[in-house]
């Protein structure tokens, strides 16, 4: 197998998922049934805050939790639920929503531009909880 490198795997898992504007989050969060999971390191929500609603899970974790064959699995995580992950500026969170989509979550997607995109639109961001992984 060639060798890739990390954009190419981003641009890859953005073709095969749902990439959502600022707008369509904040509609989809409104409407009150979508889990909203930040894949940053816990690091980076305690420096940078969250979305308010934001369930936890750092990339390097977040297949475990999700499937629920695991034994690590989470019950916050269901895969008939819509789920929106975001990162930092939306790399992680593309890799990760392909790695929920291979899973077998069928409504799922990412923030295209993350946290960034977020803030930079005027959404609101809230400290993250201390106690946060």
């Given amino acids: 197998m ?3 490198t990390a ?3 981003v641009a890859t898992a953005r073709q095969r998922i749902a990439n959502l504007s600022v707008d369509q989050v904040a509609a989809d ?3 009150g049934e979508t889990m909203l999971v930040d894949v940053r390191e ?3 929500r305690a420096q940078h805050g969250v979305i308010p609603g934001t369930l936890p899970a750092a990339r390097g974790l977040i297949e475990f939790w999700a499937d629920p064959t695991n034994p690590h699995h989470r019950p916050e995580f269901d895969p008939s639920r819509p789920a ?3 990162s930092g500026t939306g790399c992680r969170s593309a890799l990760a ?3 929920l989509r291979r899973l077998g979550y069928t409504r799922v997607a990412h923030l295209d531009g993350g946290l960034k995109a977020w803030e930079d639109a005027g959404q609101p961001v809230v400290p993250a909880s201390p106690n946060s992984t």
């Fill in 7 to 9: 954009a190419a795997l």
């Fill in 29 to 31: 969060l409104a409407r």
């Fill in 2 to 4: 060639a060798p890739t």
């Fill in 84 to 86: 929106i992950l975001y």
């Fill in 97 to 99: 929503a392909e790695a």
């Fill in 42 to 44: 816990p690091e980076e």
